[in-house]
């Protein structure tokens, strides 16, 4: 069943959590809300759910203003950040829960429901703690069978909540492994939300970058990967170096590069700019390789599997972060101190907007 | 194991003396001496002084006093726990002091204000009498006062129990299609139920051996308006102590019941709320 938001806004006291957003979810993917901590992700997934009323707009689900429906009647599976397992009951009461509460007419039978109880906790492997507690669990059994509580409803859209949160590394990759050959299985709408944006690119068919309650770019990961629509979707996915500057007369000076076109602003006023480029799209030289680029110095290097990662100064002793393949590395010879020339290969301009947008007024250090 | 905080022996030994010396004194000597008070002429005198059909009068009042204020003061405080730690509201704030009011006021007052209410010159007074129903120096009258005294017990007792347990199980319940009501007795109720053991049998106890205030209201009718707390000084003031004594040790006797069964609540909701830690790790 598809999933459409249009023009949502919720606001708590002064502040706006979401900020007239649209988003249209096709049926059968899989969507990645994505943004950082305050970006409003989960106030809209909670919008979605019904657990909160928006301040203006509407939710469909497959064409139908969802409005007046209750969450009670809204058939979602939800799966709490914190998993929100029953304490009290069983692994198998908690799964039976939406099973039991409905009313009389539309309840299963006893034999029902424990064959679909253990159905679904097969599904999730953990039909051989059925009799368990929740606290006698591990944090991925327990987020397992939040999963097969959401589903035993037979939920027409699955919505999860940061839903490899609070597990450990490890755990947290083989989860969401799982979780994306699940979907494949059973193809049920499911949108989730997220602050990694690793585990976005990794799972989602399409994933939704947030930011101050709007939305920045909605892309497959490729798109929002290599495609970046807006400065904060380049800094927030992946790591990038910056050079600060200014656009003018179809010309961008940015940093200590030399000066490069950028036919897109010829006005003769001055407007800041900012250039990116990914680690992986500097090129890092010993000679002035047809200029273009800066002369940096080498302050560390820390082999990471199959390339190198560089960290460079540059004359205005701004950091640059960049990854060579073991054989460039091994080509180039460089000690730490010495000064390199580094230029970028591909390099994304966005020009700042007016002061009130919602661009980062400056652009944010490269991420780790 | 040795702690980083370690008094010598001498002094460890010194504090507990006086703790256990401190407990001696001022309870079990007591409870001792009102049990042998009770027990001084023997076990059969004992019994006589219980049978009597005014002290029996006092404990059958006793008993339906408290079989009203326990489950009326249960429903306050569920509703207002419930209200308090779930949503948010004006005047929460002044809920929460007021609850803590009959707590700050001395049990004489909270009577007195009933016999002003109440009373035959008192503000609903005219009314009452006109319609011929009689508060104050009867029953009911005596039922109020022990629900005033008493209704903090289960709210103060659940309002962090609540408040703690946050609102995410309420929310899963919902979205899994549960009713108001079906989430109250399914999910939130079976959370907090040790908490309300334990604000009920607190709100027992005393409602039980509300003194002061039971006093103003009550008249001292005997075997009519007495409860057992009443019962014991009027006995005590005729100079009967051995039956004074012998219906006080009733009171004595709810008492260690009372620890007990707190005792044992407490052990059980310890149990319940162990930390969520992961027994075993596997994905």
Redesign the interface.
Same mark, same amino acid.
């Given at each position: 069943m598809s999933i459409e938001v249009r023009n949502v806004t919720k606001k708590f006291g002064t502040f706006t959590a979401v900020d007239d957003v649209s988003v249209t979810v096709p049926a059968g993917e899989l969507v990645a809300l994505l943004g950082p901590s305050g970006s409003g992700k989960t106030s809209l997934l909670r919008i979605i /759910?019904?657990?909160e009323t928006p301040d203006a707009g509407i939710v469909f689900f497959e064409g139908e203003d969802q409005a007046q429906r209750d969450?009670?009647?809204r058939r979602?599976?939800?799966v709490?950040q914190?998993y /929100? +397992?029953?304490?009290?009951?069983t692994v198998f009461e908690n799964v039976a829960?939406?099973l039991r509460?409905?009313p009389r007419a539309s309840r299963p039978s006893v034999a029902d429901i424990r064959a679909k109880v253990m159905d679904l906790l097969k599904l999730v492997q953990l039909d051989w703690l059925a009799d368990r507690r929740? %606290?006698?669990? %591990?944090?991925?059994?327990r987020q397992r069978v939040a999963l097969a509580?959401?589903l /035993?409803?037979e939920p027409k859209v699955l919505l999860l909540d940061e839903p490899f949160g609070s597990?450990d590394a490890?755990?947290r990759q083989? +989860?969401r492994r799982w979780l994306r050959r699940l979907h494949d299985d059973i193809r049920l709408t499911s949108v989730f939300v997220t602050h990694d944006q690793e585990e976005a690119l990794d799972v989602a068919d399409r994933v939704v970058v947030m930011n101050r309650g709007r939305i920045e770019q909605i892309g497959t990961p490729q798109e929002v990967f290599e495609h970046p629509a807006t400065p904060f979707v380049m800094t927030f996915i992946g790591q990038s170096a910056v050079f600060a500057g200014t656009v003018q007369g179809g010309k961008a000076f940015l940093g200590s590069l030399a000066a490069v076109d950028f036919p897109a602003h010829l006005h003769e006023e001055a407007r800041p700019a900012a250039g990116y480029a990914r680690p992986h799209e500097l090129e890092v030289t010993r000679i002035e390789n047809g200029g273009g680029g800066l002369w940096a110095t080498l302050r560390h290097a820390s082999p990471a599997g199959a390339v190198v990662k560089l960290e460079l100064t540059d004359p205005e002793g701004g950091s640059l972060q960049v990854e060579v393949t073991r054989e460039q590395h091994e080509a180039l010879q460089a000690g730490v101190g010495e000064s390199l020339y580094v230029k970028p290969r591909k390099l994304r301009i966005f020009v700042q907007e007016d002061a009130t947008s919602d661009a980062p007024d400056t652009p944010r250090a490269p991420r780790a | 194991m040795r702690r980083a905080l370690t008094e010598p022996p001498l002094v460890r030994g010194a504090l507990l003396a006086v703790a256990l010396v401190f407990l001696a004194i001022f309870l079990v000597m007591p409870l001792v001496a009102v049990f042998a008070q009770a027990l001084e002429k023997g076990f059969g005198a004992y019994l006589t002084a219980l049978r009597e059909p005014d002290a029996w009068a006092a404990i059958r009042l006793t008993l339906l006093t408290a079989a009203i204020a326990v489950p009326m003061n249960l429903a306050f405080g569920l509703a207002a726990s419930w209200a308090i730690a779930k949503f948010e509201f004006p005047g929460k704030g002044t809920l929460l002091t007021l609850i803590d009011l009959p707590f700050a006021v001395s049990p004489v007052i909270s009577g007195m204000i009933f016999v002003l209410l109440f009373g035959r010159q008192g503000l609903l007074g005219p009314f009452l009498g006109a319609h011929d129903v009689k508060v104050i120096f009867a029953v009911p009258g005596i039922v109020l006062a022990t629900v005033f005294v008493t209704f903090p017990f289960v709210a103060r007792e659940l309002v962090p129990v609540m408040q703690a347990l946050g609102n995410?199980?309420e929310?899963?319940?919902? !979205?899994?299609? *549960?009713?108001g009501w079906?989430i109250f007795f399914? !999910?939130t109720l #079976?959370?907090v139920k040790w908490g309300v053991l334990y604000g009920v049998i607190l709100c027992n106890a005393r409602a039980m051996g509300e003194f002061g205030a039971v006093s103003v209201v009550s008249g001292h009718i005997r075997g009519l308006t007495n409860t057992i707390p009443l019962h014991v000084e009027i006995l005590y003031n005729e100079y009967n102590f051995q039956a004074a004594f012998a219906v006080a040790s009733l009171l004595a006797f709810l008492a260690l019941v009372t620890l007990l069964a707190k005792s044992v609540v407490e052990w059980r909701s310890g149990r319940?709320a162990? #930390?969520? *830690? #992961? !027994?075993?790790?596997?994905?």
């Open positions: /759910a019904g657990l969450v009670r009647v979602v599976g939800f709490f914190h /929100a +397992l029953f304490r009290h009951m829960f939406g509460v409905r929740p %606290s006698e669990l %591990s944090g991925g059994q509580r959401a /035993a409803v597990l490890r755990i083989e +989860l | 995410e199980e929310e899963a319940a919902r !979205v899994l299609g *549960a009713g079906q399914r !999910v #079976p959370n319940a162990r #930390p969520e *830690a #992961p !027994v075993r790790e596997a994905a």
